[in-house]
Each structure stands twice: as C-alpha cells, then as structure tokens.
C-alpha cells in the first residue's frame, strides 16, 4: 500500500489557507444551489443524504421534492405503509436505503418521541445512518463539529495535500478523516462541510477539474506536480459478474403471477414476475425445452404471447439481464405457491425494480396483456 508522503507539506499555515480560501469561496463565489442548502431541519438533512447516497443531485431533486410532500414529518413517514414508500423510491435503486429510512423514522418516532436525536453519538446509531451522514446532519442542523467524509471530500484533500495513501481501506479513510477533522473550521462547521462538498462537485471534479479556477492552485501539491489525474489513489478493483435472467409474466384469468423478493439479494423487498436465472444468455426456444422452465410449468403448455428483448440494468458489482416472456394459461401454476395473481391495477401500485419498470414502460407496448 502507498503510504502519506507529504509531511513537510501538512503544515499550519497550508491547512489555515485551505480552510479560509475554501469558507472564502462559498462565501463570493459558490454559486451550487440545491433545496436543502442551508437546512437546518434535522429531519430534512437526514431525508436529503438518505436520497442522494449513491445518487445524482439532479437525479434526487425529484425525489427529495416529492418525498418532502408526501411525508413532511418524520411522524408521517413513520406510519406509511412500506409498499407506499418502496413504490415512491422507484428508480434510486439500493432499496437497502429505502428499508433503513422506514426503520430510523419508526426509531425516531417511538425511541426518541418523534424528535430527531441532537447527539452525534445517538445520530449514528440509527439505522442506515454512518459516520458521513451523521457528520452532515450534526453540523448542518446543530453546527457540531463532525467534519463530513465523502468521495468529494477525499478528492479535494489528497489533490491539495498530495495524499496517495489508497481511498479505499480502512486504513485511508481514517487517515482522510483525521485531516478532514484537522481542516474543519470547528466554529463554522455546517459552512466548512458545504463547502468542501460543493467544491469537490463543481472545481475539483473527478475528470476535468476547472484547475485554472481554482483559488487553491498555488498551494495545490497535485497541480503543481501534475498528478492530479492519479489522485485520489485507489488499490482496489471492483470485480463485476453478468447475471442472466428469464421472466415470464404468465396470465391467468387476466391477472399475472407476481411475488415479493425476501432473499438477501438483489431488488430485496420489491417486487417480480416469476424469474429463472440461467447460467449464461440462452434463445427463447432451448430455454422453453429446459427442466427450469418445464419445473414451474409444470404439464401446462401455456400460450407464448410476446417475447421481449434483453434489458439490462446495472449495479455497482453486477450487471443483470432480463428477457420477458408473458404466457396464458388455462388453468392454475401450481408449482408456484408463494406468489400473488393480481390484476393490472394491483401491479401497478407495487414496487419493481428499475429492470421490471423498463419493461412496464416500453417492452410491453406491443403486448396485450398490458
């Protein structure tokens, strides 16, 4: 592992210039405007970094917006019915997210009588909640001084600093929030961590940086040294698999087959049409003379209506196909016990994933089942 190389460059004066330049930046010249800028509503930080967690900003915005509508207090949050709220999280993927935002809203309902938790302690105890949110939440809404620690963040300081110690371990991030901490003006922390944030999304972005802009230039070790493009410093690579999906919409009596996914797996707690993953891609005729499709057939022939193309949608470890045959049968599956015959009404007021969705929305045009 490369280690922190810059220690005769980690001095006073270098982080007080960093620290006044930046709080001087977002005071003349950040101009990144977003909604929950400048919020101090507890409820509302946590709602915001909950959304953009592994999310766009512009992506969010809509669904921060909306949520905020629908739910303006955590109390209401709290009571709504789980498959309301996964069917409004619809296509920001990672429902983990979605699950954990219903179980801290019930916690802070019941455990903490509907008011959110003022201690950094209490903050990140609750679930889905780590140290980053917990950070922005601390400082935005009670100026705490938790200094935040994102991708954004990391960037701006292993480019100034000259840090090549990797982002990804353990070892770096807690070397990245100790220098975090070190910068963080603790009497105008919500402002530092804006800042840092903004300042990583807008100047010092992840391709092309606007380095001819920046206030931080003369001080830069990156810049100066020409390694911006090799900071910050990863040592690991994701390794990614293919998935391969079957999934048949099968009508019976004009109502589909679907079912909730329970396994800890991907598209946990939304919802799917029957679906048979196969090793690799496979045309439709070997797939319908296969023992997989004839186990959940059964002796029933059923009437292939529409075959779909492949769609794909991809994960951050996994990439997944999925091809949609809907099929009519005369009589009952009885292989298929633990799913639900619903009509087109019902399917349409349950969550799928965002695979399923792209389906709902173009694949099935021409099918007339739907």
Not at 34 to 39: D, F, I, L, V, Y
Not at 195 to 207: E, R, Y
Request: with cysteine; proline share 4%.
């Amino acid at each position: 592992m490369k280690r922190f190389i810059t220690k005769e460059l980690y001095k006073n004066d270098k982080k007080t210039y960093f620290t006044t330049t930046l709080l001087k930046w977002d005071k003349e010249t950040n101009q990144r405007k977003m909604p929950w800028k400048g919020e101090k509503d507890p409820y509302k930080i946590w709602l915001s970094e909950i959304i953009l967690q592994q999310t766009r900003v512009e992506q969010g915005w809509a669904y921060y917006e909306k949520f905020l509508k629908t739910f303006p207090t955590v109390q209401k949050l709290s009571k709504a019915k789980d498959e309301k709220v996964f069917k409004m999280w619809e296509g920001l993927g990672y429902y983990s997210r979605c699950k954990n935002l219903l179980t801290t809203a019930r916690t802070i309902t019941n455990k903490y009588k509907g008011n959110f938790p003022t201690k950094y302690e209490e903050i990140v105890g609750l679930k889905g909640v780590g140290p980053y949110t917990a950070a922005a939440i601390a400082s935005f809404a009670y100026n705490l001084p938790y200094a935040v620690l994102d991708g954004n963040v990391m960037r701006v300081l292993s480019r100034y600093f000259g840090i090549n110690i990797a982002v990804d371990t353990s070892e770096g991030k807690k070397r990245f929030q100790e220098i975090a901490n070190d910068c963080m003006a603790a009497d105008k922390a919500g402002l530092y961590n804006q800042s840092i944030m903004d300042f990583g999304a807008t100047v010092c972005k992840p391709l092309q940086p606007i380095c001819q802009e920046c206030p931080l230039q003369k001080n830069c070790v990156a810049f100066n040294n020409d390694t911006i493009s090799q900071l910050p410093y990863k040592e690991k690579k994701i390794s990614k698999k293919e998935r391969w999906f079957y999934f048949l919409v099968i009508d019976f009596n004009n109502k589909v087959y679907v079912r909730k996914r329970i396994e800890k797996d991907v598209w946990q707690n939304l919802f799917e049409y029957v679906s048979i993953e196969i090793s690799s891609p496979e045309d439709v005729t070997s797939f319908l003379k296969s023992s997989l499709y004839k186990r959940v057939m059964g002796k029933q022939k059923g009437e292939l209506i529409v075959i779909s193309r492949w769609y794909k949608q991809q994960l951050s470890h996994q990439t997944i196909h999925g091809r949609f045959l809907t099929i009519k049968v005369k009589n009952p599956i009885l292989s298929l016990t633990d799913f639900l015959l619903l009509n087109k009404r019902s399917v349409k007021k349950i969550p799928f994933p965002r695979l399923i969705n792209s389906w709902h929305e173009d694949g099935n045009k021409d099918n007339v089942l739907f």
